[in-house]
C-alpha cells in the first residue's frame, strides 16, 4: 500500500470490518479522517481542542460498540452519523455547562441519534460506577479483579505477583473482594 | 477412577448448596460461566440452577456484574487507543486551519464589546447633558422669544377694576352696550385686513385658544373666532362674529408685495402693556433669525404684547407682522413679510369665509404726518386677549 492510498479516507465498509478485526490500523485511520470535521464543529460552536477530543472519542466509542455488537447498518454515511453523534453530544454538553446559546453553527448535515446516545449515556453512567467502586476497593482487591475479570490472568499468575503461598487462598481473597466490589458498586445511588 | 470420584465430591457439594459459603456458590458459577466444567458437571448444575431460584438469580447476577467488569475493561483499553492515535495529530495547527476567522471588526468587537458598550454610553450621555444644560435639547430657541404676553394675577385684578370703571362710565354715557371682560390669559395685537371685521395676528398668540376676543382702542371687546392659521408662518386670521361689532370703515394702509429695502424708517402701533404702544425703527435685515427669509430683522423696541401687530414703513404701506425678538441682540426683533401674510389671505379656503376679504388697495396714510398717521391708524389695532 504506498503512502497516498493509506493518507485517502477509508471506505465505510473498510472501517466496519476493520473493527470488527480490531485492526489498528483501520481505528487509526477513522480516528485521524473525521477529526478534523468534529474539531471544526466544537471551536466553532463554544468548545475548545480537548472538549473536541471528549466528544470525539465518545462518538468513536458510540460507533464502536455498535459495530462490534452487529447492530451497525451502513444505512447512512459513516461521516454523518459520527458528526450527528458528536452534534448531539456537543448540544447536551453545552446546555449543562450552561453555554448553550439556543443555535449552533452547522459544517455537515445530520440525523437524529437520540436514542444512541442516550443509550451510550446509561452505560457511562455504570462505567463510573465501576471505576468509583474500584477506587474505593483499594489494593490489592483492585488489582486481583482487574487482573481476573479484564485481564483474564489465570489464579496461578495472580498467586506469583501476590505471593500468596496456595491457591486456595488467593480463590478466597479473590471472592471476597468480589463481594465487597458487588457491594460497592451497588451501594451506589 | 478419579473422575467418578470427582463427580461424587462435586455432587455431594451440589447437594449441600444451601450450606455452601457464598465463594463456594460464586466459584462454581464462575467455573460454569467460562465453560470449566465438564459435560456431567454442567447438566447437573443447570438442574440445580431449574430447581433453585436462588442459585438461578445469582448465576444471572454474576453474569451482568462480570459482563459490566469486562466492558469496562475494554472501555479503558479502547479509550487508552484512541488516546494514543490522538497524540499522533497535530491539534494545534489543524485548529487553526478550521477556526472561521471572523473580520476584525467583529473580533475587535467580541473581545471588547462590553468596553465599547460603555464607552458609547458615556460618549451619549455625555453629549445628552450637554445639549440639555446649554438648552440646545429645548425646541424652542432660547434666544428667540415670541412677544406673546402671559399676564400676572394681580396685574389683572388691577386692570379688571379699571375696565369696570371704564365700563360703567360708558355703559351710562352711551346707550350703546360694549362687553366687558377680563383681560383675557394671553394678549397680543391683531390689525385689520378689511373693514368687515377681519383681523390679523401671529399664529402663536392665539393658538391653544378656548375663545378669543379683541379690543379696539375705545376698549370694546368683540368676540372673534379663528377661521385659519398657517402655523409655519406664524400667521392665524380672526373674524369678528359679535353683533355689536360695526363696519370699521375703509382700512387706512395696503399691504405691499414687494420686498421692501434695508435701512427703510418702520414702525409698529400695539399693545404690549395692555396700553397701546408707538414703535419706531428701521429696518436692519432682508432675513430673520438664523438667516431665515420669512422674517425681516428690524430694530425697533418691542415687548411681550407686541406680537401680531403690523409693521408699517413711512408712507403706511404694511410691510409685516411684529413677531419675537432676539434676546442676545439688543434691539433685534422679527417681522413676518407681508408676502407672507398674503399668502396666507390667498391659502383660506373659500368655505371659511362668511364675508368677503377684500384688501384695502388704497393708502391714505401717505403724506401724513406720523402722529396723523397713528390717530387713523388706531382704530385698526386691537388688543388681542386668549382664554
Same mark, same amino acid.
Given at each position: 500500500m504506498n503512502r497516498d492510498l493509506k493518507a485517502s479516507a477509508p471506505t465505510d465498509s473498510e472501517i466496519v470490518l476493520g473493527i470488527l478485526n480490531n485492526s489498528e490500523i483501520v481505528l487509526k485511520r477513522l480516528y485521524t479522517t473525521y477529526f478534523p470535521?468534529?474539531?471544526?464543529?466544537?471551536?466553532?460552536?463554544?468548545?475548545?481542542?480537548?472538549?473536541? +477530543?471528549?466528544?470525539?472519542?465518545?462518538?468513536?466509542?458510540?460507533?464502536?460498540? +455498535?459495530?462490534?455488537?452487529?447492530?451497525?447498518?451502513?444505512?447512512?454515511?459513516?461521516?454523518?452519523?459520527?458528526y450527528s453523534v458528536c452534534r448531539r453530544l456537543w448540544l447536551k454538553r453545552l446546555s449543562q455547562m450552561n453555554r448553550y446559546g439556543g443555535d449552533i453553527r452547522d459544517f455537515e448535515e445530520y440525523l437524529p441519534v437520540d436514542d444512541e446516545v442516550e443509550k451510550h449515556n446509561d452505560r457511562d453512567i455504570q462505567f463510573n460506577k465501576m471505576e468509583a467502586a474500584l477506587q474505593l476497593l483499594g489494593e490489592p482487591c483492585k488489582t486481583i479483579m482487574e487482573d481476573f475479570y479484564i485481564h483474564n490472568r489465570s489464579m496461578q499468575e495472580i498467586c506469583e505477583r501476590f505471593g500468596y503461598t496456595?491457591?486456595?487462598?488467593? +480463590?478466597?481473597? +479473590?471472592?471476597k473482594c468480589l463481594q465487597r466490589l458487588k457491594k460497592l458498586f451497588f451501594q451506589q445511588k | 477412577m478419579p473422575a467418578k470420584a470427582e463427580e461424587v465430591i462435586f455432587s455431594a457439594k451440589v447437594k449441600g448448596v444451601l450450606k455452601m459459603s457464598e465463594n463456594l456458590i460464586l466459584e462454581l458459577v464462575d467455573r460454569y460461566l467460562n465453560g470449566e466444567m465438564t459435560a456431567a458437571e454442567r447438566a447437573e448444575f443447570e438442574i440445580l440452577r431449574k430447581k433453585d431460584a436462588n442459585v438461578?438469580?445469582?448465576?444471572?447476577?454474576?453474569?451482568l456484574f462480570i459482563g459490566l467488569i469486562k466492558q469496562y475493561g475494554e472501555r479503558l483499553e479502547l479509550e487508552q487507543? &484512541?488516546?494514543?492515535?490522538?497524540?499522533?495529530?497535530?491539534?494545534?495547527? &489543524?485548529?487553526?486551519?478550521?477556526m472561521i476567522h471572523p473580520n476584525w471588526i467583529v473580533s475587535l468587537w467580541r473581545h471588547h464589546h462590553s468596553k465599547i458598550s460603555v464607552a458609547a454610553s458615556i460618549a451619549i450621555f455625555a453629549i445628552l447633558s450637554t445639549l440639555f444644560f446649554t438648552g440646545k435639547l429645548n425646541n424652542h430657541d432660547s434666544s428667540f422669544v415670541e412677544l406673546k404676553q402671559e399676564i400676572g394675577k394681580t396685574k389683572d385684578q388691577a386692570k379688571l377694576l379699571d375696565r369696570k370703571l371704564d365700563g360703567l362710565i360708558k355703559s351710562s354715557n352711551t346707550p350703546e352696550k360694549s362687553k366687558i371682560t377680563n383681560p383675557g390669559n394671553f394678549r397680543g395685537t391683531g390689525f385689520a385686513l378689511s373693514s368687515n371685521g377681519y383681523i390679523a395676528t401671529n399664529y402663536h398668540v392665539i393658538k391653544d385658544a378656548d375663545s378669543v376676543y379683541v379690543q379696539n382702542a375705545a376698549g370694546e371687546s368683540f368676540h372673534a373666532k379663528v377661521i385659519y392659521t398657517e402655523p409655519q408662518y406664524d400667521i392665524a386670521i380672526l373674524q369678528i362674529n359679535d353683533d355689536s361689532f360695526k363696519d370699521l370703515g375703509n382700512v387706512p394702509y395696503n399691504f405691499k408685495k414687494s420686498v421692501s429695502d434695508l435701512g427703510e424708517n418702520v414702525y409698529t402701533f400695539g399693545y404690549p402693556g395692555g396700553e397701546e404702544v408707538f414703535g419706531p425703527g428701521s429696518l436692519t435685515a432682508a432675513t430673520g433669525y438664523h438667516g431665515d427669509t420669512l422674517n425681516y430683522q428690524i430694530s425697533i423696541p418691542v415687548d411681550y404684547g407686541n406680537s401680531g401687530g403690523p409693521l408699517l414703513d413711512d408712507k403706511g404701506n404694511l410691510i409685516g407682522v411684529i413677531r419675537g425678538l432676539q434676546t442676545q441682540v439688543a434691539g433685534a426683533a422679527f417681522a413676518v413679510k407681508s408676502a407672507y401674510l398674503l399668502k396666507t389671505i390667498q391659502n383660506i379656503p373659500a368655505d371659511s369665509l362668511s364675508k368677503s376679504l377684500t384688501l384695502s388697495t388704497k393708502n391714505t396714510l401717505a403724506g401724513l404726518s406720523r402722529p396723523q398717521q397713528l390717530k387713523k391708524l388706531k382704530n385698526y389695532v386691537f388688543m388681542v386677549k386668549v382664554y
Open positions: 470535521m468534529i474539531l471544526q464543529l466544537i471551536i466553532n460552536n463554544n468548545g475548545n481542542e480537548d472538549e473536541a +477530543k471528549d466528544i470525539y472519542q465518545e462518538a468513536i466509542i458510540v460507533l464502536y460498540n +455498535k459495530v462490534k455488537s452487529g447492530e451497525f447498518e451502513l444505512s447512512s454515511k459513516l461521516k454523518t452519523y459520527i496456595n491457591a486456595d487462598n488467593a +480463590k478466597t481473597q +479473590k471472592y | 438461578d438469580s445469582k448465576v444471572i447476577e454474576h453474569k487507543r &484512541l488516546d494514543a492515535i490522538h497524540s499522533e495529530i497535530d491539534v494545534h495547527s &489543524l485548529k487553526e486551519e478550521l
